[in-house]
């Protein structure tokens, strides 16, 4: 089992910045790739980045692709998610993420095991 809690959130300006963290507990070798995703009411869950420490490979969305930045503790405790240059359009409920296997798109939601409770995040203009 693994749980995730989320930490991080709150409000910004637009072309301001804030840090996610994700904190791992549990059997932390059983989630080789993390993904934070980011939902809107009413709206699906996209993914926004995603890392897997096995292959050191980091995924982006196009939407956010030289803004956020995703990483992960040498101890795969915690991961992170650097957000920049943020947007209004950035606003949302953001979940942390992990799955058991390298499977499947990291933009898929349906292909992760386990997730945190969120943590929202609004940019106003």
């Known amino acids: 089992q693994v749980q995730l809690v989320e930490s991080g959130g709150g409000s910004a300006q637009a072309g301001g910045s804030l840090r996610l963290s994700c904190v791992v507990s549990?059997?932390?070798?059983?989630?080789?790739?993390m993904a934070w995703f980011r939902q809107l009411p009413g709206k699906k869950r996209e993914g926004v980045a995603a890392i897997c420490t096995g292959r050191g490979t980091t995924y982006y969305a196009d939407s956010v692709k030289g803004r956020f930045t995703a990483s992960r503790d040498g101890a795969k405790t915690t991961m992170f998610l650097q957000m920049n240059n943020l947007k209004p359009e950035d606003t949302a409920m953001y979940y942390c993420?992990?799955?058991?296997?390298?499977?499947?798109?990291?933009?898929?939601?349906?292909?992760?095991?386990?997730w945190g409770q969120g943590t929202q995040v609004t940019v106003f203009s």
């Open positions: 993420a992990a799955r058991s296997s390298y499977g499947g798109p990291w933009y898929n939601k349906t292909t992760y095991n386990y």
């Open positions: 549990g059997n932390t070798d059983n989630s080789p790739c």
